[in-house]
């Protein structure tokens, strides 16, 4: 227990430490001297693939991956997949900003007793019909539009290895098409995976987890397609005066570079405050690395209330990460800017036929200067 109790501190410096240097490299008081920041931000392709799932986890960011015993361990934490109590299915919608949205849903279940798990899950970002305006053709007189539609499907699987410790992997295939309708389309597809792992034990009486996730280790996108081809190479600018000479103009594309997937690194501490038969309040945190931003971290609670003698059940969440790409902004506590990062949320579920769940879960998550979005799910479980 010593030993254990010495990796919990441990632990929890690893993941204050670098938000104290984070808060430390942004105060213009005391300003941090860096020879040069190669910080890829905004950098890496399919950015939606971090939106998350689910309005839980959401609501709880991604210190969620530490307690994640819900089919939204497919997204979060693929090791949760064992402490499901039985299959989960769950759809969730997040209008997104200008007129975009965001869509996940995914099927998971527990077998052997728990000692397996697996799931599959598909997820949607884009927009659609919107109006294409040229020099040519500023009103849109020809009625042509186009949109984008960006998907992840994948498959979980997980196993727990003795009755404190699981892991679990992701597979999953990106397609991201830009463009589509009538201009042709630019399309690039890359496969990846998810790792994480997950381990419980007690400390006080009360449950602790630990977590280590990596998500979207895998291949780059480099788009290519129609929209990116061109006949005619003259350019509506060229000078009339002189003729073109050519009988056949030659046919030519842009050649995109490969940008890679957003990988992330996350580990996680969580530790249960209340633990009882009806009431139940978790505290926990977070440090995230990528590779399109600075290191950063997070923390979140739960609080949850299940009815003893009633088959209903209710949930409050809140969590705030830091968001060190916007740091510059320096915006105040209460501004748009000030709670960048911040997420609240709740749930309420319901029994019937002594087995059966049907849950409801709404999140706010707010994103400085773009305005905050809402998000929203419903879900069935047998427990």
Do not use: C
Request: negative net charge.
């Amino acid at each position: 227990m010593r030993l254990f109790s010495r990796a919990a501190i441990a632990l929890l410096l690893a993941i204050a430490l670098p938000g104290l240097l984070w808060a430390q490299e942004i105060d213009p008081n005391n300003p941090v001297k860096i020879a040069s920041d190669n910080t890829a931000f905004g950098g890496t392709s399919a950015e939606f693939l971090q939106f998350g799932s689910g309005a839980r986890g959401m609501a709880l960011g991604g210190s969620f991956s530490t307690i994640v015993d819900d089919v939204n361990a497919l997204y979060y934490n693929p090791a949760g997949l064992t402490s499901m109590q039985g299959p989960e299915v769950a759809l969730t919608l997040m209008p997104y900003f200008a007129d975009t949205d965001y869509y996940w849903t995914g099927l998971a279940f527990p077998f052997s007793d728990g000692d397996f798990g697996m799931g599959f899950f598909l997820g949607h970002f884009g927009f659609g019909n919107q109006p294409i305006y040229t020099e040519a053709d500023p009103d849109n007189v020809s009625g042509e539009t186009y949109g984008v539609n960006e998907t992840v499907a994948g498959l979980s699987f997980a196993h727990a290895f003795i009755d404190r410790f699981s892991a679990g992997l992701t597979l999953k295939f990106i397609n991201d098409d830009l463009a589509t309708g009538a201009l042709g389309g630019a399309s690039a597809s890359a496969a990846a995976i998810d790792f994480g792992v997950n381990f419980h034990s007690e400390l006080g009486n009360r449950p602790i987890r630990l977590a280590f996730v990596v998500q979207n280790l895998g291949g780059s996108l480099a788009h290519e397609g129609e929209a990116l081809r061109f006949r005619d190479i003259n350019g509506s600018d060229a000078d009339v005066s002189i003729p073109d000479q050519r009988q056949d103009p030659p046919a030519a594309r842009l050649v995109t570079d490969a940008f890679p997937l957003p990988r992330l690194f996350r580990v996680g501490l969580n530790y249960d405050i209340i633990s009882g038969e009806s009431s139940n309040l978790s505290l926990m945190g977070e440090f995230i690395e990528s590779n399109n931003t600075n290191a950063a971290f997070g923390f979140a609670g739960e609080y949850r209330w299940t009815g003893v003698d009633v088959p209903v059940g209710v949930a409050l969440r809140a969590s705030f990460q830091t968001q060190p790409d916007n740091a510059y902004l320096g915006g105040t506590w209460g501004t748009s800017e000030g709670i960048d990062g911040l997420g609240l949320g709740g749930g309420l579920f319901y029994r019937f036929a002594d087995r059966y769940r049907i849950q409801f879960d709404y999140a706010y998550k707010n994103y400085g200067v773009l305005g905050s979005a809402n998000a929203f799910t419903v879900g069935l479980g047998v427990d």
